[in-house]
Protein backbone atom coordinates (compact mmCIF):
# COMPACT_ATOMS: atom_id res chain seq x y z
CA UNK A 1 0.00 0.00 0.00
CA UNK A 2 1.17 2.99 -0.44
CA UNK A 3 -0.18 5.86 1.71
CA UNK A 4 -0.71 9.80 0.15
CA UNK A 5 -1.88 12.60 1.88
CA UNK A 6 -3.60 16.22 0.80
CA UNK A 7 -4.95 19.24 3.03
CA UNK A 8 -4.69 16.85 6.01
CA UNK A 9 -6.94 14.17 4.30
CA UNK A 10 -5.00 10.77 4.33
CA UNK A 11 -5.68 7.65 2.33
CA UNK A 12 -4.36 4.68 0.91
CA UNK A 13 -3.59 3.42 -2.87
CA UNK A 14 -2.82 -0.11 -3.92
CA UNK A 15 0.93 -1.12 -5.42
CA UNK A 16 -0.79 -3.91 -7.58
CA UNK A 17 -2.78 -1.21 -9.36
CA UNK A 18 -0.33 1.74 -9.98
CA UNK A 19 0.36 0.55 -13.63
CA UNK A 20 -3.06 0.87 -14.60
CA UNK A 21 -3.75 4.35 -14.90
CA UNK A 22 -7.05 3.37 -16.11
CA UNK A 23 -8.52 2.29 -13.21
CA UNK A 24 -8.57 4.89 -10.11
CA UNK A 25 -9.14 4.07 -6.37
CA UNK A 26 -8.48 5.48 -2.73
CA UNK A 27 -9.26 3.73 0.32
CA UNK A 28 -9.56 6.48 3.35
CA UNK A 29 -8.54 6.49 6.79
CA UNK A 30 -10.24 9.03 9.88
CA UNK A 31 -7.27 11.86 9.17
CA UNK A 32 -8.19 15.20 8.17
CA UNK A 33 -11.82 15.28 8.50
CA UNK A 34 -14.29 17.83 10.44
CA UNK A 35 -16.17 15.18 12.73
CA UNK A 36 -15.65 15.22 16.43
CA UNK A 37 -16.50 13.16 19.76
CA UNK A 38 -16.42 9.37 19.03
CA UNK A 39 -16.86 9.86 15.25
CA UNK A 40 -13.71 12.15 15.24
CA UNK A 41 -11.72 12.96 12.11
CA UNK A 42 -13.14 12.34 8.59
CA UNK A 43 -16.42 10.13 9.31
CA UNK A 44 -17.57 9.30 5.57
CA UNK A 45 -20.88 7.64 6.88
CA UNK A 46 -24.29 9.30 7.02
CA UNK A 47 -25.63 6.51 9.09
CA UNK A 48 -23.96 6.53 12.18
CA UNK A 49 -25.08 9.01 14.46
CA UNK A 50 -22.80 11.63 13.05
CA UNK A 51 -24.19 15.27 11.63
CA UNK A 52 -25.28 15.60 8.48
CA UNK A 53 -22.93 18.65 7.69
CA UNK A 54 -19.88 17.03 9.09
CA UNK A 55 -20.20 14.17 7.03
CA UNK A 56 -20.97 16.15 3.58
CA UNK A 57 -18.12 18.58 4.94
CA UNK A 58 -15.51 15.25 5.20
CA UNK A 59 -16.74 14.30 2.03
CA UNK A 60 -16.26 17.40 -0.14
CA UNK A 61 -12.80 17.61 1.36
CA UNK A 62 -11.91 14.13 0.95
CA UNK A 63 -12.92 13.87 -2.68
CA UNK A 64 -11.62 17.12 -3.61
CA UNK A 65 -8.24 15.78 -2.33
CA UNK A 66 -8.22 12.86 -4.31
CA UNK A 67 -9.78 14.82 -7.31
CA UNK A 68 -13.42 12.37 -7.67
CA UNK A 69 -15.42 14.18 -10.57
CA UNK A 70 -17.64 11.41 -11.24
CA UNK A 71 -20.86 10.22 -8.99
CA UNK A 72 -20.63 7.69 -6.75
CA UNK A 73 -22.70 4.49 -6.20
CA UNK A 74 -23.20 3.14 -2.56
CA UNK A 75 -24.95 -0.17 -1.08
CA UNK A 76 -27.39 -0.36 1.43
CA UNK A 77 -25.01 -2.87 3.41
CA UNK A 78 -26.34 -5.72 5.10
CA UNK A 79 -23.34 -8.34 6.02
CA UNK A 80 -24.21 -10.30 3.22
CA UNK A 81 -23.01 -11.89 -0.06
CA UNK A 82 -25.22 -10.32 -2.60
CA UNK A 83 -23.18 -8.42 -5.42
CA UNK A 84 -24.88 -6.84 -7.98
CA UNK A 85 -24.26 -4.94 -11.56
CA UNK A 86 -24.19 -1.04 -11.86
CA UNK A 87 -25.79 -0.75 -14.91
CA UNK A 88 -26.61 2.90 -15.25
CA UNK A 89 -24.09 5.92 -13.89
CA UNK A 90 -26.72 7.76 -12.30
CA UNK A 91 -27.29 5.36 -10.12
CA UNK A 92 -26.37 6.48 -6.52
CA UNK A 93 -27.86 3.71 -4.28
CA UNK A 94 -27.99 -0.04 -4.40
CA UNK A 95 -30.47 -1.89 -2.16
CA UNK A 96 -29.21 -5.13 0.19
CA UNK A 97 -25.99 -5.73 -1.17
CA UNK A 98 -22.12 -5.98 0.14
CA UNK A 99 -20.64 -6.17 -3.42
CA UNK A 100 -20.96 -4.15 -6.73
CA UNK A 101 -19.57 -4.31 -9.93
CA UNK A 102 -19.52 -1.97 -13.16
CA UNK A 103 -17.66 -2.10 -16.40
CA UNK A 104 -19.14 1.12 -16.94
CA UNK A 105 -16.90 4.56 -17.41
CA UNK A 106 -17.35 8.00 -15.13
CA UNK A 107 -19.06 5.64 -12.06
CA UNK A 108 -17.04 4.75 -8.72
CA UNK A 109 -18.21 2.43 -6.76
CA UNK A 110 -17.75 2.58 -3.11
CA UNK A 111 -18.21 0.95 0.64
CA UNK A 112 -18.22 1.41 4.04
CA UNK A 113 -16.36 -0.12 6.43
CA UNK A 114 -14.94 0.10 10.17
CA UNK A 115 -13.06 -3.45 10.97
CA UNK A 116 -14.25 -5.15 8.07
CA UNK A 117 -12.42 -6.08 4.77
CA UNK A 118 -12.92 -3.92 1.88
CA UNK A 119 -11.94 -5.09 -1.59
CA UNK A 120 -11.38 -3.47 -4.41
CA UNK A 121 -11.32 -5.91 -8.09
CA UNK A 122 -9.70 -5.01 -11.38
CA UNK A 123 -9.85 -6.90 -14.83
CA UNK A 124 -7.76 -5.39 -16.67
CA UNK A 125 -8.64 -7.77 -19.77
CA UNK A 126 -12.16 -6.88 -19.64
CA UNK A 127 -12.10 -3.23 -18.09
CA UNK A 128 -14.32 -4.16 -15.03
CA UNK A 129 -14.20 -3.42 -11.09
CA UNK A 130 -16.12 -4.72 -8.48
CA UNK A 131 -15.81 -3.14 -4.83
CA UNK A 132 -17.06 -5.58 -1.75
CA UNK A 133 -17.30 -5.12 2.04
CA UNK A 134 -16.52 -8.29 3.62
CA UNK A 135 -17.20 -8.48 7.55
CA UNK A 136 -16.75 -12.03 8.71
CA UNK A 137 -19.99 -13.15 8.23
CA UNK A 138 -19.80 -12.01 4.48
CA UNK A 139 -16.14 -14.24 4.81
CA UNK A 140 -18.34 -17.04 6.01
CA UNK A 141 -20.87 -16.35 2.89
CA UNK A 142 -17.90 -16.09 0.59
CA UNK A 143 -19.13 -12.80 -0.99
CA UNK A 144 -15.47 -12.72 -2.48
CA UNK A 145 -16.61 -16.26 -4.52
CA UNK A 146 -20.08 -14.61 -5.33
CA UNK A 147 -17.91 -11.51 -6.70
CA UNK A 148 -15.86 -13.47 -8.76
CA UNK A 149 -18.73 -15.44 -10.23
CA UNK A 150 -20.88 -12.23 -10.76
CA UNK A 151 -18.10 -10.65 -12.93
CA UNK A 152 -18.03 -14.30 -14.70
CA UNK A 153 -21.59 -14.00 -15.68
CA UNK A 154 -21.57 -10.14 -16.74
CA UNK A 155 -18.51 -9.72 -18.13
CA UNK A 156 -16.59 -12.51 -19.15
CA UNK A 157 -13.78 -12.14 -16.31
CA UNK A 158 -11.50 -15.22 -15.29
CA UNK A 159 -10.12 -15.26 -12.03
CA UNK A 160 -6.27 -15.52 -13.13
CA UNK A 161 -6.52 -12.08 -14.23
CA UNK A 162 -8.43 -10.33 -11.33
CA UNK A 163 -6.34 -7.97 -9.31
CA UNK A 164 -7.72 -8.20 -5.71
CA UNK A 165 -6.95 -5.84 -2.97
CA UNK A 166 -7.69 -5.65 0.45
CA UNK A 167 -8.36 -2.74 2.84
CA UNK A 168 -6.89 -2.42 6.39
CA UNK A 169 -9.36 -4.51 8.45
CA UNK A 170 -9.32 -6.57 11.82
CA UNK A 171 -6.25 -8.32 12.43
CA UNK A 172 -5.53 -11.92 13.82
CA UNK A 173 -4.62 -10.79 16.99
CA UNK A 174 -7.87 -8.53 17.51
CA UNK A 175 -10.56 -11.34 15.87
CA UNK A 176 -11.74 -13.05 18.68
CA UNK A 177 -14.47 -15.80 18.16
CA UNK A 178 -15.49 -17.39 21.44
CA UNK A 179 -18.39 -19.17 19.70
CA UNK A 180 -16.15 -19.62 16.86
CA UNK A 181 -17.97 -23.40 16.35
CA UNK A 182 -21.22 -21.61 15.89
CA UNK A 183 -20.31 -18.45 14.09
CA UNK A 184 -18.19 -20.09 11.79
CA UNK A 185 -17.65 -22.74 9.12
CA UNK A 186 -15.51 -25.75 9.89
CA UNK A 187 -13.08 -25.34 7.23
CA UNK A 188 -12.45 -21.38 9.24
CA UNK A 189 -11.04 -23.39 11.84
CA UNK A 190 -8.20 -24.41 11.04
CA UNK A 191 -7.01 -20.18 11.10
CA UNK A 192 -7.89 -19.78 14.64
CA UNK A 193 -5.23 -19.96 17.43
CA UNK A 194 -5.46 -21.71 20.61
CA UNK A 195 -6.64 -18.76 22.29
CA UNK A 196 -9.76 -18.57 19.94
CA UNK A 197 -8.28 -15.44 17.55
CA UNK A 198 -9.00 -15.80 14.17
CA UNK A 199 -6.97 -14.38 10.82
CA UNK A 200 -9.29 -13.33 8.73
CA UNK A 201 -6.74 -11.82 6.11
CA UNK A 202 -5.69 -15.52 5.31
CA UNK A 203 -8.89 -16.63 5.18
CA UNK A 204 -9.65 -13.66 2.59
CA UNK A 205 -6.70 -15.05 0.90
CA UNK A 206 -7.81 -18.55 0.83
CA UNK A 207 -10.44 -17.77 -0.32
CA UNK A 208 -9.61 -16.04 -3.80
CA UNK A 209 -7.01 -18.51 -4.19
CA UNK A 210 -9.46 -21.20 -4.16
CA UNK A 211 -11.33 -19.59 -6.74
CA UNK A 212 -8.50 -19.50 -9.30
CA UNK A 213 -7.26 -16.18 -8.33
CA UNK A 214 -3.28 -15.67 -8.62
CA UNK A 215 -1.17 -15.52 -5.26
CA UNK A 216 0.74 -12.01 -6.89
CA UNK A 217 -2.71 -10.57 -7.93
CA UNK A 218 -3.84 -10.25 -4.38
CA UNK A 219 -2.67 -6.94 -2.31
CA UNK A 220 -3.79 -7.60 1.52
CA UNK A 221 -3.04 -4.68 3.71
CA UNK A 222 -2.31 -6.53 6.63
CA UNK A 223 -2.80 -3.70 8.52
CA UNK A 224 -5.37 -3.60 11.65
CA UNK A 225 -7.82 -0.83 12.16
CA UNK A 226 -8.71 -2.08 15.62
CA UNK A 227 -4.63 -1.23 16.94
CA UNK A 228 -4.28 2.05 15.27
CA UNK A 229 -7.27 4.99 16.87
CA UNK A 230 -5.41 7.49 15.36
CA UNK A 231 -5.64 6.39 11.73
CA UNK A 232 -8.45 4.20 11.78
CA UNK A 233 -11.98 3.94 12.79
CA UNK A 234 -12.72 0.13 14.97
CA UNK A 235 -16.18 -0.90 15.65
CA UNK A 236 -15.15 -4.16 17.47
CA UNK A 237 -13.01 -1.28 19.30
CA UNK A 238 -15.21 1.39 20.12
CA UNK A 239 -18.85 0.14 19.08
CA UNK A 240 -19.80 4.26 18.33
CA UNK A 241 -17.61 5.36 15.56
CA UNK A 242 -17.33 6.23 11.81
CA UNK A 243 -16.46 4.37 9.13
CA UNK A 244 -14.21 4.88 5.81
CA UNK A 245 -14.96 4.67 2.20
CA UNK A 246 -12.94 2.54 -0.79
CA UNK A 247 -13.85 3.83 -3.74
CA UNK A 248 -12.78 2.33 -7.41
CA UNK A 249 -13.60 4.29 -11.00
CA UNK A 250 -12.21 3.75 -14.11
CA UNK A 251 -11.56 6.64 -16.00
Known sequence: MIKKEHNSVSWFEY??????????????????????????????????????????????????????????????????????????????????CDGLVTNLKGVALSMQHADCQAALFYDPVHKAIASVHAGWRGNCQNIYKETIVKMQNEYGTRPEDLIVCISPSLGPNKAEFKN????????????????????????????????????????????CTYSDSELFYSYRRDRLCGRHLSLIWLE
Request: hydrophobic residues 35%; glycine residues 6%.
Open 15 to 96: SLLKNHPEVRHAVFTRKGGSSTGNFRGLNLSEHVGDSVEHVRENREKAFRAIGLTVPIVEANQVHGASVRAVKEIDASRVDS
Open 180 to 223: YRTELPEAFWRFKDENNYVNLWEIARWQLESEGVLQENIELAET
